[in-house]
């Protein structure tokens, strides 16, 4: 039985020894950040329409800049769908809901099967009706051992 993105979080909370103990308490952090996110999100068609550039969608959002981190893309349900780390979470998630680059084509075609479709188009207009969570991660590691502990519960990586 597969366990939720929130508990399976909890299983990773590191048991490093005391030189590395500075690092354990940011991942927890981190952790308990990216839980409480996860209740939240922003529709992605806000990403796809026209004449919305990164400008305009960090004032939608209240950010000053692109940021670096993981994002999670779910399905209207709630359903983790697709995880992504980038070092321009925004500029990434705009380029996945316009559909323009060869790797973006390919999750959208995988996003459209999953739902019994078979054109990279229809993945994209199933992708508009979901929900865009990210946190900001600066450090590699960090990102890497959230990537790893919520690899189980998604369907596609990025």
Not at 45 to 60: A, P
Not at 126 to 136: D, I, P, Q, R, S
Not at 140 to 150: E, G
Request: aromatic fraction near 6%; glycine fraction near 6%; charge should be positive.
């Amino acid at each position: 039985m597969k366990q939720s993105i929130a508990n399976r979080l909890d299983l990773i909370t590191p048991n490093y020894p005391a030189k590395q103990l500075n690092h354990s308490l940011k991942l927890t952090s981190k952790i308990k950040l990216f839980k409480r996110k996860l209740l939240r999100g922003y529709d992605i068609s806000m990403f796809q329409k026209k004449g919305n550039g990164l400008k305009t969608i960090m004032e939608k959002t209240g950010r000053l800049n692109d940021l670096s981190g993981l994002y999670v893309i779910s399905s209207s349900t709630g359903e983790p769908l697709i995880l992504s780390s980038s070092k321009k979470v925004l500029a990434d998630i705009q380029q996945l809901a316009r559909g323009k680059r060869a790797k973006d084509k390919m999750i959208l075609e995988k996003v459209a099967i999953h739902y019994g479709f078979h054109s990279y188009k229809m993945g994209r207009e199933l992708l508009l009706a979901m929900k865009v969570n990210w946190l900001e991660v600066t450090d590699k590691t960090f990102r890497l051992m959230l990537r790893r502990a919520m690899s189980a519960e998604v369907k596609f990586m990025l």
